[in-house]
């Protein structure tokens, strides 16, 4: 029996598969249409398997399906799976949440709660959320002096 972290990179495995196989027949002059079909098959059965996993409250799956529809520009679904993620303590989705706050990426965004998945993240370990938590400090303090 499969552990969720194996269906996870099973699935993004053949997700990445059928996306090289779209470039080299690209290459090779094939019919990109029949490609271009399949792999959009692919990868809504591929988007419904994450679905699946994330659901049962898998922080893995819920990254990745945040890091699908940022790839795909949907700033409600992305923000939307990385805050579940982020709930479950993943650091990474800590963090990326973390930056839609502070970049102000969010309707509701705003650095304080930028800072607290910052926070979050940096206590776990996230090395690029210490970065962004000590540039933030620094200009805070620059700011005040």
Do not use: P
């Amino acid at each position: 029996m499969m552990n969720n972290v194996t269906k996870i990179s099973s699935i993004l495995l053949n997700s990445f598969v059928l996306s090289n196989i779209a470039v080299a027949a690209s290459v090779q002059q094939v019919d990109i249409q029949a490609l271009v079909d399949m792999n959009s098959t692919k990868s809504v059965a591929v988007e419904r398997s994450l679905i699946d996993i994330a659901n049962t409250g898998d922080a893995n799956a819920q990254l990745a399906l945040a890091k699908i529809y940022e790839s795909q520009n949907n700033l409600s679904r992305e923000t939307e799976w990385y805050r579940k993620s982020a709930l479950n303590g993943n650091a990474e989705a800590q963090f990326q949440l973390g930056l839609l706050y502070i970049d102000g990426e969010l309707i509701d965004g705003d650095q304080e709660t930028g800072m607290f998945w910052m926070d979050q993240a940096a206590q776990q370990g996230h090395f690029q959320a210490k970065v962004v938590q000590e540039s933030m400090e620094s200009e805070e303090f620059s700011i005040g002096c």
